[in-house]
């Protein structure tokens, strides 16, 4: 089956830093990425899709300044933390769309731990 | 709007116990419903969907029949192995770019 992966699958920052996660797709071309954020014993939340070639469309109450993704290519996606703060600190997990794929399912990476002192 | 409540868990059972892990839903229109599993360590992988009323979802010997008179995609297992234990995800999504989860459930199968 196709495969996501992310790096770092864990990273510690000091808050006010930036941190970049990246979403590839490493079998097959992602047209579409979503980035979710999941909280300890929560659901996977939404907080953007993103089409290549064009700027993410993000959910309600997310800051996309804050949250910066960038889908320059077919196979990578990046989110940005900008400035993290504590409250930033949690469990973010992207998934990709293959336009070949006639069912369009998702395929998840494993996610990425971020935890912010 | 589109809201998935299911069991709580975590879920322990012995080897070959039967398995349910309930799933009900908020949809103002006809969703596609979904189950993901995840295993320690890796992401998560679609185990079945079911896209209409009355449809019936099956793989790997779990099954879930979507009801919509009762809002419900309940997921059951006859008989759960040791390599079932994992997080179990309930979704729904009207279309392909709003995909509603549910909280997860944790399953421990014990030999």
């Known amino acids: 089956g196709a495969v996501v992966s992310q790096h770092p699958s864990w990273v510690i920052c000091k808050s006010g830093t930036s941190v970049k996660i990246e979403c590839r797709s490493l079998d097959f071309q992602a047209t579409t990425m979503f980035w979710y954020r999941q909280f300890p014993k929560q659901s996977l939340m939404l907080m953007a899709t993103?089409?290549?070639?064009?700027?993410?469309?993000?959910e309600q109450g997310v800051e996309k300044d804050k949250f910066l993704i960038n889908h320059a290519s077919l196979t990578l996606s990046t989110l940005t933390v900008t400035s993290a703060h504590p409250e930033d600190s949690s469990f973010y997990i992207c998934?990709?769309?293959?336009?070949?794929?006639?069912?369009?399912?998702?395929?998840f990476g494993p996610g990425t731990r971020l935890l912010v002192l | 709007g589109n809201s998935v409540t299911q069991m709580e868990g975590p879920v322990t059972l012995s080897e070959e116990a039967f398995l349910t892990i309930n799933c009900t839903y908020t949809?103002?229109?006809?969703?596609?419903l979904f189950w993901y599993v995840q295993y320690p360590g890796e992401g998560l992988q679609l185990l079945l969907k079911?896209?209409?009323?009355?449809d019936k979802g099956s793989n790997k010997g779990f099954e879930a029949t979507y009801r919509k008179e009762t809002t419900s995609f309940h997921l059951e297992k006859g008989s759960v192995q040791v390599s079932d234990s994992a997080v179990y995800f309930c979704?729904?999504?009207?279309?392909?770019?709003?995909?509603?989860f549910g909280a997860g459930t944790r399953l421990t199968v014990k030999p």
């Open positions: 949809a103002t229109g006809y969703p596609s």
């Open positions: 079911a896209t209409k009323a009355d």
């Open positions: 979704a729904l999504s009207e279309d392909l770019n709003d995909m509603r």
């Open positions: 993103s089409n290549e070639g064009s700027k993410a469309t993000y």
């Open positions: 998934s990709a769309r293959s336009a070949q794929d006639i069912q369009e399912t998702q395929y």
